[in-house]
């Protein structure tokens, strides 16, 4: 009898013991943390802010942050972003980035896409509607689960 993933009922499974638990934030960090001592590896350090900051920047816009942003967003404000689990729009790129993934899957394009290509006035204003969706949507969230 074939048994189907989807269809089995999760069930949950004991913690494994580790001996640095005070490394342990999150139940599912003590698997990592099991797994590491068994092939007897030691967990990184914590990241400084720069690389917080930047891991945050490129997975929420694809680009490095500029030195401004750098200097504008506390070690507290990454923290808090990482614990909260939204995106946080915190990067005027945000919106461009994550409303690509949609303008692709419509097939959006400026233009034909060809050579001899026509012009298709106004098409823009789709693609920007679609970026200013992403943004106002983020700042809704943010600013329901900050009250």
């Known amino acids: 009898m074939v048994r189907l993933l989807g269809v089995v ?69 990454l923290r808090s972003l990482r614990q909260s689990g939204r995106p946080v729009a915190i990067f005027p790129a945000y919106g461009e980035r994550w409303a690509s993934m949609w303008l692709d899957l419509a097939r959006y394009a400026d233009s034909m896409g060809y050579e001899a290509d026509r012009r298709r006035p106004g098409v823009w204003a789709y693609r920007d509607w679609v970026v200013d969706a992403f943004i106002g949507t983020c700042r809704t969230i943010n600013s329901s689960s900050s009250s």
């Open 9 to 77: 009922p999760p069930k949950a499974q004991p913690l494994p013991a580790v001996k640095h638990e005070s490394w342990a934030r999150q139940p599912l960090d003590r698997f990592v943390l099991a797994r590491l001592e068994r092939e007897s590896l030691l967990p990184s350090a914590e990241a400084d802010k720069s690389a917080l900051l930047r891991r945050v920047s490129l997975d929420l816009t694809g680009l490095p942050p500029s030195e401004e942003e750098l200097g504008l967003i506390s070690l507290t404000t």
